[in-house]
């Protein structure tokens, strides 16, 4: 078994833990890293030998702006990205562990990984993102999988370059795990290569103290912090410097932001505000907790055109009890009434929402209420899930008496639910023009492109890939259920 240098262990114990009162903001010193590799000769011959790297992110948008980081880390040593794992002298599997599936997934992708390794003795494998925040998993994968040879936790990304300087230096012998648990602070000024050249997430808080039973990210993601509005302010004009047409404001919930700063003043609302002031075409915002959206927010989303109208809200379920079990801080009356002040003005904003079903021992009327739910919100879309437990939460250790057949047919029965006040939805936008941002070739179909109205629903029309990252009027031709097709007209 190879040697593992241990720089940081997880821990749940201290990964709960909210006792700051003050979050420090750290700037980060690219340079000083660089110069490590830069002043070893050795070790920049091997980066001009081994200059490739390669990232696979799965799960959620902070999973995803992580890897802009990351990617930015990597190519500050002067490597390129590729985008065939074969190709690459260094591979990142940047992991979840929101469903069990996302953990399963990625089991199978370092299993693929090992012929690799094989062939290639310099190859690195770096495995990073929330999985490896738990410690049993993390003690599994070291186990069993002897040929990662870094391991790093999503607090620890902006020392991903002195791993890599650690690995490397003691000539691929020992492996570098670092992982912390801890309340975090504000890493500002990591190098970053963002995905795209027009659509950019912008983080204006990290981590989460709400402790659903049901979610681990309070626990890997650390104590909920939130940036200085200059800085965000800074990063939103740099962005429309450089071109881009959407922001993306993103949190785990948004709407605690600012709650955690010395100036009062300064909420999500204001900021939202502040953000959408900005001569950007669009601004968007993921995700809100219902308890905490504010009528200030409403407003400010129906003063200002270029915020989309596209509210993402999860409910997770429509029982009280069962809310109470998730430790959600919200009733189901209260939730219909914040949608109620929500359409009433904005009246063209599209609702969607997560919902989770088979909670432990949910009953059959528990679930009929969260039918009765989608039934007086009538949401435009939705992301719904079968409940899975996570190691390290509170709801893992409840007894479950429903069957996964049960969890199965309720399944079933809420999209068939959800899928029947979508056409009411779209129905409304056949044969309108719409502004269409468009993101990529369509996957269907080569001659098409694909892009977002303001709703967040998906157009498909006939274009080429110049049209990628441009704002385009699209005649809505035919609903599609989860997306339209249409045509463009200028
Ligand atoms: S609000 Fe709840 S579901 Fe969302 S990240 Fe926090 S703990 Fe998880």
């Known amino acids: 078994m190879r040697e593992v240098m241990y720089l940081s262990k997880p821990s749940f114990i201290e990964a709960i833990k909210r006792n700051q009162t003050n979050i420090d903001t750290i700037h980060y010193n690219n340079e000083t890293f660089v110069s490590l590799f830069l002043n070893n000769p050795t070790l920049k011959e091997r980066l001009i030998k081994n200059n490739s790297f390669y990232i696979k992110t799965h799960g959620c948008q902070a999973n995803i702006r992580d890897e802009e980081s990351i990617a930015g880390l990597l190519a500050s040593l002067g490597l390129k990205r590729v985008e065939k794992i074969e190709e690459a002298s260094i591979i990142v599997i940047n992991t979840c562990s929101v469903r069990e599936n996302a953990n399963n997934k990625v089991y199978a992708e370092i299993g693929n990984i090992k012929r690799l390794k094989e062939k290639n003795k310099d190859l690195v494998l770096i495995l990073c993102g929330c999985m490896v925040e738990t410690k049993d998993t993390l003690n599994n994968l070291i186990t069993k999988y002897p040929y990662i040879d870094i391991i790093f936790g999503?607090?620890?990304?902006?020392?991903?370059?002195?791993?890599?300087?650690l690995y490397m230096e003691n000539n691929n012998k020992k492996r570098i795990v670092d992982v912390s648990s801890k309340e975090g602070e504000i890493v500002e000024d990591i190098p970053t290569r963002r995905n795209n050249s027009y659509s950019a997430y912008v983080n204006i808080t990290f981590?989460?103290?709400?402790?659903?039973?049901?979610?681990?990210?309070?626990?890997?993601?650390?104590k909920e912090r939130s940036r200085d509005k200059e800085d965000i302010l800074k990063e939103c004009k740099l962005l429309l410097s450089l071109g881009y047409k959407e922001i993306i404001l993103l949190g785990q919930n948004v709407d605690s932001y600012g709650k955690d700063l010395k100036d009062k003043n300064i909420t999500f609302a204001s900021l939202l505000d502040s953000v959408a002031s900005l001569p950007i075409k669009r601004v968007r915002f993921l995700t809100s907790y219902p308890s905490e959206f504010s009528d200030e927010v409403i407003d400010v989303i129906a003063k200002h055109d270029n915020i989309m109208k596209y509210i993402h809200l999860p409910v997770q379920s429509g029982s009280n009890s069962v809310l109470k079990r998730m430790a959600r801080r919200y009733t189901k009356e209260e939730y219909l009434a914040l949608v109620d002040r929500i359409k009433a003005k904005i009246p063209d904003v599209a609702l969607s929402t997560d919902i989770i079903v088979g909670f432990p021992n949910e009953s059959e009327e528990e679930?009929?209420?969260?039918?009765?739910?989608?039934?007086?919100?009538?949401?435009?879309?939705?992301?719904t899930f079968i409940y899975s437990p996570r190691e390290g939460t509170a709801a893992a250790k409840l007894d479950d008496k429903i069957s996964d057949k049960e969890k199965v047919e309720r399944f079933?029965?809420?999209?068939?639910?959800?899928?029947?006040?979508?056409?009411?939805?779209?129905?409304?936008?056949?044969?309108?023009?719409?502004?269409?941002?468009?993101?990529?070739?369509?996957?269907?179909?080569?001659?098409?492109?694909?892009?977002?109205?303001?709703?967040?629903?998906?157009?498909n029309f006939n274009g080429d890939p110049s049209l990628i990252g441009k704002i385009v009027k699209v005649k809505i031709l035919e609903d599609k259920l989860y997306s339209f097709n249409g045509e463009m007209v200028e």
Do not use: W
């Open 207 to 222: 981590g989460c103290d709400k402790f659903c039973t049901y979610c681990i990210v309070p626990q890997t993601r650390g």
């Open 367 to 383: 679930f009929l209420d969260t039918l009765d739910l989608i039934k007086k919100v009538k949401y435009a879309s939705a992301f």
């Open 412 to 459: 079933k029965r809420l999209t068939d639910e959800l899928e029947k006040y979508y056409p009411l939805y779209n129905a409304s936008f056949i044969n309108k023009v719409e502004e269409v941002l468009v993101t990529s070739v369509s996957k269907k179909d080569k001659n098409k492109v694909s892009g977002v109205m303001f709703n967040n629903k998906i157009v």
């Open 154 to 165: 999503t607090h620890n990304i902006d020392n991903l370059l002195n791993l890599l300087y």
